[in-house]
């Protein structure tokens, strides 16, 4: 019996070694065969090899990946603004008031750009009136319901569908070798965590995101968690080197965004002392996704695109170094 | 080359499968045969047989740990305190006022008592005067210093050699069963991460403590997080299911503690869906540790107790129920 159980065992494992030897042969097919790829492929190759200079023992391989825009699409706004809208538009029958008070009523008159005219203020007020007030298990439940149906209002399609197969082919290649992959964004944690597991391979404590107060609860004799209409920790920009050291306390070697807000999660990693490799995404290819940097309202890349330049970062344009876009896997 | 590459690769799996199997035998020798170990492993046994109502898939095994006299000492007082006082004294010739001043002037004539009687507040002056305005990472090589080399002043051991050797073994028999292992401790989260990898066998960003606020800079053209004088997050009581929910994102099946200030962290555990095990470690050796509980200032176990007999959680005795104390590994 134990004989047999260890012959099982033995061929369990050699058949997942065969696994990874057969993928190995193309770890990254969605990608042309130009420099990004060469570089990442190259990178990888020198930190995992023992004995070499550059080699980066497993428990350091850590790898930080911005969500929007890196990993999936943030336009024509960030997904998790869709979120808060379609919430508002439920809750709305509960809110009465809301049909005079801004930015509310201006949403449920589906006048978007007249809401986010109130800036930073009305894009709080948003957030916290469909984020706050539930029990962390009752908010996750309205994610999960939400991600699973809603649809793209250009695209049809659902957000989960709208991801990026050529980073999903990066995420499990990094994973494959040694490296542990992290979502550093500035989304709610608690919008992430429902899905990306499912999505991404990524599981909710390797999520660091922005996140709001909670405050413990004994409800009906049990304990709770409910959600603060506050800011906890915004993970965007400085932020994220704040994220990074607080949920994982370790320097990444290796870090992939495509906006001005990802430039210190970059820095962070560029300035490790290990070998390290920062990976810019540029939206160039209008025809298969959207086209935008240094202008855009949402993930602009302006600084960042001089600095990867001037320090010699890899930038990947999705219209040359990409062969497919999105991801077929249905989700 | 490739067919002997996998049948090596299927030995060292078959091995390893043999080593865990022989180490099953007692997974738990330090422990006694009492009704703690057998109700530790039944559970374990429960939740990993596959096909049974009581399975956890694998990415739900989560385990919870706190730190201070659950799986080190924290007689006669935490730690980190006497780190803290180690540190006043290193920089006391660089702060000629703190002769004149509380509660510096009482630590540094030696009278801990009179300094701690200012209470939380001369306790924050002295976290904060000894914790903040250093870099993380010259932060992580002062504390990396301190425990290599400093002394407990009661055993003249170091401090990591007064560490429980029932719970690395414990720690060591969920891991062998597809737990992941993290500490949640209401110690300072970078006065932890540096040793606890190698002691414990848990990594940084499987550590969860109080934190203070950190600041992102570049200095002389290198990124740098400074530690600032103010508490980000309080770990304790009802901060340890918050930085649970925080940092992890899953509530955990698992979880051990040894005071009051674990409980909610318990009660958060064992009211998950799934089955889970809620542990007490009840300090009743005053001969080869310390006898102390519901009248204690530190690590009072009073509500606590209760809780866990009304609950039915379960509650071992280091007297009664472990073999041996302390661990004979040097570290």
């Known amino acids: 019996m134990k004989a047999k159980y260890l012959i099982n065992a033995a061929l369990a494992c050699a058949l997942s070694f065969s696994t990874s030897l057969v993928h190995a042969a193309d770890p990254l097919p969605s990608w042309n065969d130009t420099i990004p790829k060469q570089s990442i492929i190259a990178f990888v190759e020198k930190v995992t090899k023992e004995g070499s200079a550059d080699f980066v023992p497993v428990a350091e391989r850590i ?4 969500n929007d825009g890196c990993l999936w699409v943030e336009q024509p706004m960030y997904f998790q603004l869709f979120f808060a809208l379609d919430r508002i538009k439920a809750l709305a029958p509960q809110h009465p008031e809301w049909k ?5 009523a201006a949403l449920l008159k589906g006048d978007v750009k007249a809401a986010l005219a109130g800036g930073e203020h009305a894009l709080a007020e948003i957030v916290m009136a469909t984020h706050a007030g539930l029990t962390t298990e009752e908010f996750e439940k309205v994610v999960t319901d939400w991600i699973t149906n809603a649809k793209h209002p250009k695209t049809g399609k659902l957000y989960t569908e709208m991801v990026y197969q050529p980073m999903l082919e990066l995420l499990a290649y990094l994973r494959a070798n040694g490296f542990k ?3 550093v964004s500035g989304g709610g944690i608690e919008f992430m965590r429902p899905w990306t597991e499912k999505v991404y391979g990524i599981p909710p404590e390797q999520v660091i995101g922005s996140s709001g107060g909670l405050k413990y609860e004994i409800r009906d004799g049990k304990p709770v968690l409910i959600k603060l209409p506050e800011i906890a920790h915004n993970d965007d920009k400085e932020g994220k080197p704040v994220g990074i050291q607080r949920h994982i306390g370790r320097r990444p070697i ?5 906006s001005d807000g990802d430039l210190q999660m970059l820095q962070w990693t560029a300035a490790n002392t290990r070998p390290s490799f920062c990976l810019y995404i540029h939206h160039t290819d209008a025809d298969r996704e959207f086209a935008y940097d240094r202008e855009s309202h ?3 890349l302006n600084k960042g695109l001089d600095e990867a330049k001037a320090k010699s970062w890899t930038v990947t344009s999705m219209k040359e170094d990409w062969k497919t876009i999105f991801s077929t896997r249905k989700k």
């Not at 790898?63 to 911005?66: C, G, L, R, S």
């Open 100 to 104: 005079e008070k801004e930015p509310f």
């Open 181 to 183: 992959t992290f979502i």
């Open 254 to 258: 290796f870090a992939a965004g495509n």
């Open 63 to 66: 790898a930080v990946f911005d």
């Open 298 to 300: 949402i993930g602009k």
